[in-house]
DNA sequence: ACTCAGCAATTGCTTGCTCAGTAATTGAGA
DNA sequence: TCTCAATTACTGAGCAAGCAATTGCTGAGT
């Protein structure tokens, strides 16, 4: 046993890697990403569009009829402005969407889906559906599936509360 | 009402957009990347690394005295071997880490922490644990995060169990 | 002993994002 | 009515990742 500083610090790094709190949450960065990884590449191999364009997608359909503009595209995909307009122009290019002038405000570029954007949304739902079903949905008891969603309402509750 | 093919698409649309599992999936994934956004710009912010390289540091002291080769740390932190290359280089610059060839393998570089490593893990160590114990562990009753952790686990088994 | 399939790390090129700065438009207060 | 701070979208530059191809090395089968 030496007991100079630098062993004192060695020994507070070890604790500090192993502890709880850094595994736990490590486990939830480690799913999320891989189960991310996954739904993309399957969208990817079988309807040709990424996992955030799939989001888009589904934030278009959430309230059919309803406008909607790039700036509530970037809040609700935790985007910036000049990433949601570029991937907006890809999905432009890719006939999945449309650009339209809100009547309204001629600073806002509303977003609507086109007819090529809703057969494919409707694949790419059901790759979704089946891949989330599979890796989210089956691994877990019913009454930790509904426990884990009403955790994670909290911590995006959390999160959402204060600026940052 | 219409019934035309259209109008059928349209509510198969909706109803995809609304249903349980993409709700509750999207919710797991954006608590993931917004906790991640704010621990990394936290890091950024108090420590100048990034939340990948805090990765990197905890992977480094897990077991201590264990060599760790870059291939290692890319499966752990589930990144590819160039990234994992890159992300290493500028840890090296920043003086975080060094290179060591393996005295074994002549192919492989040991990654090893230096003394400035170290001495920036355990201030970034302390930053993580502070906003995981915020938005992570305090949003949750004791039970809920006990739960959460056993069903993360569940959900990384069954992703590691097949390839992907 | 030799070959050769396979693995570790690296590099060039591409993608998808951020940040910082710009231009047009809006709406609230003097 | 006019002004000006805030807001929307966009653009250029830079960064961190992935993919594909390359290099150097290893170890198993002949």
Same mark, same amino acid.
């Given at each position: 046993m030496n007991a100079t500083p630098q062993h004192h610090d060695e020994h507070e /790094?070890?604790? @500090? %890697?192993?502890s709880r709190l850094v595994r736990d949450f490590g486990l939830l960065i480690k799913s999320a990403t891989r189960l991310e990884q996954r739904i993309d590449s399957a969208? !990817?191999? &079988?309807?040709?569009?990424? +996992?955030?364009? =799939?989001?888009? =997608?589904i934030r278009l359909w959430r309230q059919p009829g309803e406008e909607v503009s790039q700036r509530q595209l970037a809040d609700d995909l935790t985007l910036t402005s000049s990433g949601t307009t570029r991937l907006i122009d890809r999905m432009e290019d890719a006939g999945l969407v449309r650009r339209v002038p809100s009547p309204g405000d001629r600073r806002? @570029? *509303?977003? &609507?889906? $086109? @007819?090529?954007? !809703?057969? $494919?949304? *409707? !694949? %790419? @739902? /059901?790759? +979704?559906?089946?891949?989330? &079903? &599979?890796?989210?949905?089956?691994? =877990? %008891?019913?009454?930790?599936y509904a426990r884990m969603t009403s955790a994670l309402s909290e911590i995006t509750r959390a999160l959402r509360g204060d600026a940052g």
């Open positions: /790094a070890a604790r @500090a %890697a192993n969208l !990817r191999r &079988e309807c040709g569009i990424s +996992h955030t364009m =799939l989001e888009v =997608l806002v @570029a *509303l977003v &609507e889906p $086109t @007819a090529e954007g !809703r057969t $494919t949304f *409707l !694949r %790419a @739902a /059901a790759v +979704h559906a089946q891949v989330v &079903e &599979e890796y989210f949905v089956k691994p =877990l %008891a019913a009454d930790d």
